[in-house]
T-cell receptor, first 116, second 113 residues
Framework: GAVVSQHPSWVICKSGTSVKIECRSL??????MFWYRQFPKQSLMLMAT?????????EQGVEKDKFLINHASLTLSTLTVTSAHPEDSSFYIC????????????FGPGTRLTVL | AQSVTQLGSHVSVSEGALVLLRCNYS??????LFWYVQYPNQGLQLLLK??????LVKGINGFEAEFKKSETSFHLTKPSAHMSDAAEYFC???????????FGQGTRLTINP
């Protein structure tokens, strides 16, 4: 089956620093990837749609300048949390649809971000 | 706009008992519906999906769900619960295939020995 990886799996950083999270589709190409955010014991909220070769589409209320998304290739999307603050601490999960006939969304294992 | 409501944030059943997790959706277009399972500190794993084919969908680990348009429901069931089924379950809807998902609030399933 299709596999999506994320790196790092967890990260702790100081307030004010920037953190980059990578999302890779390992055995398929993804022109679109999705970034979700999940607070403890809550559901997943879509942050943005990452589009290969073009700008990301952000959901209402998500700050574009704070959460920078770059879809550099057909297998890699990155989310950079700029000038991170404690309220940005969360579980970030990416997904990618497999268009190899199944059109199923495959999710990465998630990245736990803790901002001190 | 689409939305999903999962009735019951926490469901507890005995091992071997029937599992029923409820999901109702709202969509202005024919929906695609999904059930995902999440174990602690992990990503989501697809259990099953409805994409306008058969209304009774069978998934992995013995789970199944039935799409009922008249009731706008997509409840998840399993005849006999196993301890390993303890996890968080999310129902989700999308307008088209391979597009962004709107998730329900999630239901935590606990299995009692």
């Amino acid at each position: 089956g299709a596999v999506v990886s994320q790196h790092p799996s967890w990260v702790i950083c100081k307030s004010g620093t920037s953190v980059k999270i990578e999302c890779r589709s390992l055995d398929f190409q993804a022109t679109t990837m999705f970034w979700y955010r999940q607070f403890p014991k809550q559901s997943l909220m879509l942050m943005a749609t990452s589009n290969e070769g073009s700008k990301a589409t952000y959901e209402q209320g998500v700050e574009k300048d704070k959460f920078l998304i770059n879809h550099a290739s057909l297998t890699l999307s990155t989310l950079t949390v700029t000038s991170a603050h404690p309220e940005d601490s969360s579980f970030y999960i990416c997904s990618a649809p497999d268009r190899g006939g199944t059109d199923t969304q495959y999710f990465g294992p998630g990245t736990r971000l803790t901002v001190l | 706009a689409q939305s999903v409501t999962q009735l019951g944030s926490h469901v507890s059943v005995s091992e071997g008992a029937l599992v029923l997790l409820r999901c109702n959706y709202s969509s202005s277009v024919p929906p695609y519906l999904f059930w995902y399972v999440q174990y602690p500190n992990q990503g989501l794993q697809l259990l099953l999906k409805y994409t306008s084919a058969a209304t009774l969908v069978k998934g992995i680990n013995g789970f199944e769900a039935e799409f009922k348009k008249s009731e706008t429901s997509f409840h998840l069931t399993k005849p006999s619960a196993h301890m390993s089924d303890a996890a968080e379950y999310f129902c989700a809807v999308s307008e088209r295939r391979a597009q962004k998902l709107v998730f329900g609030q999630g239901t935590r399933l606990t299995i009692n020995p």
